[in-house]
């Protein structure tokens, strides 16, 4: 039997690494091939689109989230952190700036990263030395009346908080053409400008709520965008129904109202992996314990298989696959408002298994990669990733 503990790949040494292009407030992930690894499977703004929230990634109610800023003066680096703690007035939840450590948050400031912040939860998916939240000192200038909205605008996002212009209510008839135009002058190619601007979600993402267009959240307007002249100025201001909105989310006692399947992953302590001759196949023990939401369910725990250049393995004969990539998975049942453990204290109480035959041979003397995550299938038939480890790199040599 051979033991082996997989390592984290890094960023630099990979060639599949997401490449983030950060365009006004968006996050865009390039290298778009289906089979290779997309890490940010969850990163839309960081920036897709009050009313708007996704529900899977708010943290939990109460907490106390650390921030840390990577980079920026202190003059500006107080300033940001005064702003952000106005969210602090009409919601549960506090930002404690640290200075070292480990942090929820971590904001990077920059000149022309433009500015953009991972949507609530998804934080913890990135990578411990990575940023979440990007903001752009270029842009700020003096402008404090500019920098406080931005601000706002981006922990609302930290928070949880989605795009207003994206409400499946708005009723906003954009002039596609129009935009398309306009946005081909930033390099914005047409899916680019259909999947941030024009993308609309479910009903679910409101929340109950109606279109709010003082929303911080919302983008403005401009002359032409529209086939109805409606236009739409910067927002710079919480809007009230931001500040009921958060509330609602993050009440200043007890749970929120209506949660929905959530994860909140602690203690991740990698995964530890065994050959086994006589079962002819890998065994994973992924370590973590799991922190659920509200409301209870069956989630999906999936590996998933990829040679060293971060190629998916192909699926040969429709077992142990995921969209056609080898892969190994379990249903659970999870529990609402509990902490789990898994494979922690030195147990072995949480077992996936995947059979040798179905890597390709020739992967034996190389490094493989693999992914973990937690994925949950919404009302609406959306597949939520409420999970995804950073792929962890390892060689098996079989006896
Ligand atoms: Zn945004």
Not at 306 to 323: A, I, L, M, S, V
């Amino acid at each position: 039997m051979t033991r082996i503990l997989l390592t984290a790949v890094l960023f630099s040494t990979i060639s599949f690494s997401a490449s983030a292009q950060h365009l006004g407030c968006s996050t865009k992930e390039g290298g778009d091939n289906k089979t290779k690894i997309n890490f940010h499977e969850n990163s839309n703004d960081t920036t897709k689109p009050r009313g708007l929230v996704d529900k899977y990634f708010l943290w939990d109610e109460q907490s106390t989230l650390k921030v840390k800023f990577l980079s920026g003066s202190p003059e500006l680096q107080s300033k940001i952190a005064s702003y952000a703690k106005e969210w602090e007035q009409f919601a549960g939840v506090k930002f404690n700036f640290v200075k070292t450590g480990d942090a929820d948050i971590r904001i990077f400031i920059g000149k022309g990263n433009g500015h953009n912040s991972f949507i609530g939860t998804v934080a913890k998916q990135i990578d411990p030395w990575e940023q979440t939240m990007n903001l752009d000192s270029a842009d700020f200038g003096n402008n404090t009346t500019f920098m406080r909205s931005t601000t706002l605008h981006e922990f609302g996002h930290a928070l949880g908080l989605l795009h207003e212009h994206s409400s499946p209510v708005s009723g906003i008839q954009w002039d596609k053409k129009f935009l398309y135009k306009e946005y081909a002058k930033i390099g914005w190619t047409e899916e680019d400008v259909d999947y941030q601007v024009l993308y609309t979600y479910n009903k679910s993402y409101t929340n109950g709520t109606k279109y709010d267009n003082k929303s911080i959240m919302h983008y403005p307007i401009m002359p032409g965008e529209t086939v109805n002249k409606y236009v739409i100025d910067w927002n710079h201001n919480l809007s009230v129904g931001d500040k009921a909105l958060i509330k609602d989310l993050y009440p200043f006692t007890g749970k929120r109202k209506n949660d929905v399947v959530r994860v909140n992953m602690h203690n991740f302590g990698g995964i530890s992996m065994e050959g086994n001759e006589k079962r002819k196949g890998l065994l994973l023990y992924p370590k973590f314990d799991l922190k659920t939401g509200g409301k209870g369910g069956p989630v999906k725990m999936i590996f998933k298989f990829y040679d060293e250049e971060g190629y998916g393995f192909q699926d040969e004969d429709g077992k142990y696959q995921e969209n056609g990539t080898v892969s190994t998975m379990r249903t659970v049942i999870l529990p609402a408002n509990k902490t789990i453990k898994y494979n922690q204290n030195g147990k072995k109480d949480f077992e996936f298994f995947l059979p040798f035959d179905q890597i390709p041979e020739a992967a034996f003397s190389q490094n493989m990669i693999v992914t973990f995550k937690i994925t949950y299938l919404t009302g609406e038939g959306e597949l939520k990733n409420l999970y995804v480890s950073a792929p962890l790199q390892f060689r098996y040599k079989k006896k």
